[in-house]
């Protein structure tokens, strides 16, 4: 089974639309889907897949004792089934560590060709662990600086899980990560290059071990909500970062662009990808399902540079195509009157408001990026 983890940091940026949708959307190619609702205490996923409400979830499995395959779902869609999280559980961060490992073990157990994980955003080290099932998870991101930085973060994180793992009890670099790890302004603080280089030369078996776990771990960029396609290029800073502070290759799955259309298939309790295939949207999620298809043969072994190289490049050639196609639809819109002027007005103004919002938004946080590099946090 393919483990398809969705992750992000921040909320609020699209995982449960691209979980939802990308399962539909797999599954339509014939492939038997399961999709988990693990954004437990924030749960939602059923509402974006359609289905009003649900009796139990995972709460059930973890406490109750109840199978994971009792819990499942069938959707109306043939080779899609749906399992529910819980809002009951206050959280992802508060299930101990038994109970991770019970979750992490019966997902495993699980029989479908793809598991979908719909990831709460944060950085817990439980959802660090469900992000691990596979060393291709997907981490969505929209252009903003907050939004960039949490997705950066997230891996950061994701990269110190590794630390941990690979040092064991007792070795000079496990002391000095202790020691690291009990003060919070430092780890913020480090640069993990210098710290490996340390490692290297003082303990290097327990270099090689990192080194040896880290490499086959290649996350996949999904960038959501651009509105032009200037905002692809965000992108490409997220991977610069990604490579040179944290030494991760960072591959690139594409671009969606915000679509007006999804809050009328919200509206009405449709995936996009059912409510119109056609759109904008369901097409750039038709296109992530068709290359996590492509590559769905070479899960495990790691792939080479150059060719994440050319898909950064694909991603910002298809924002451009997307746009393009963008307007012909707006324009096709307008022909048929299916829009009319005074829509356009409305549009228009709420756009505008949202730009002076996210123009505040980004005052604020560049005085505190400013302050942060000035106290020495490394981006
Ligand atoms: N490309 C998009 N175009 C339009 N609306 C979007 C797009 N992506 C997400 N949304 C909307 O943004 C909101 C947050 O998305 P959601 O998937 O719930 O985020 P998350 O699961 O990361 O918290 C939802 O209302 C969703 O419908
Ligand atoms: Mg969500």
Request: net charge negative; proline share 3%; glycine share 6%.
């Amino acid at each position: 089974m393919h483990f398809l983890p969705i992750a992000s940091g921040k909320g609020g940026v699209g995982k449960s639309l691209l979980a939802a949708n990308l399962s539909i959307a797999l599954a339509q190619a014939g492939k038997r889907v399961i999709v988990a609702d693990l954004d437990l205490g924030g749960s939602n996923l059923h509402l974006v897949l359609g289905i009003r409400s649900i009796s139990r979830g995972i709460g059930a499995f973890l406490f109750q004792n109840v199978a994971l395959e009792e819990l499942l779902i069938q959707t109306e869609i043939p080779n899609l089934q749906f399992l529910p999280g819980d809002s009951e559980i206050p959280g992802m961060a508060n299930i101990k560590t038994q109970h991770k490992n019970k979750l992490l073990k019966g997902l495993r157990n699980l029989k479908a060709d793809y598991l979908i994980m719909d990831l709460g955003a944060g950085t817990t080290l439980n959802t660090i662990d469900c992000f691990l099932m596979s060393n291709r998870g997907i981490v969505v991101t929209t252009p903003t600086l907050t939004a960039t930085l949490n997705a950066y973060f997230f891996l950061k994180n994701v990269v110190f899980r590794f630390l941990d793992t690979s040092f064991k009890k007792g070795s000079w670099a496990r002391e000095q990560l202790n020691k690291l790890l009990a003060n919070t302004a430092q780890v913020q603080k480090l640069y993990l290059p210098k710290f490996m280089e340390a490692v290297e030369s003082n303990d290097p078996e327990s270099a090689q071990h990192f080194f040896d776990a880290i490499k086959r771990f290649q996350p996949r960029l999904v960038f959501n909500m651009l509105e032009k396609p200037e905002d692809a290029e965000r992108a490409a800073r997220v991977r610069r970062s990604c490579r040179e502070y944290l030494g991760l290759d960072l591959d690139h799955l594409g671009v969606i662009y915000r679509d007006e259309l999804q809050d009328t298939a919200l509206n009405s309790r449709l995936p996009i990808i059912l409510y119109k295939p056609q759109s904008i949207l369901s097409q750039a999620i038709y296109r992530i399902a068709e290359k996590i298809l492509s590559v769905e043969e070479i899960d495990d072994t790691p792939m080479d540079w150059e060719l994440f190289e050319e898909n950064f490049q694909v991603a910002n050639q298809e924002a451009e195509e997307d746009f393009e196609a963008k307007f012909q639809y707006l324009q096709e819109l307008l022909d048929t009157g299916a829009l009319n002027m005074a829509d356009l007005i409305d549009t228009v103004k709420t756009q505008q408001l949202e730009i002076n919002q996210l123009r505040k938004e980004n005052l604020l946080l560049k005085s505190k990026v400013v302050k942060a590099l000035q106290a020495g946090v490394k981006l």
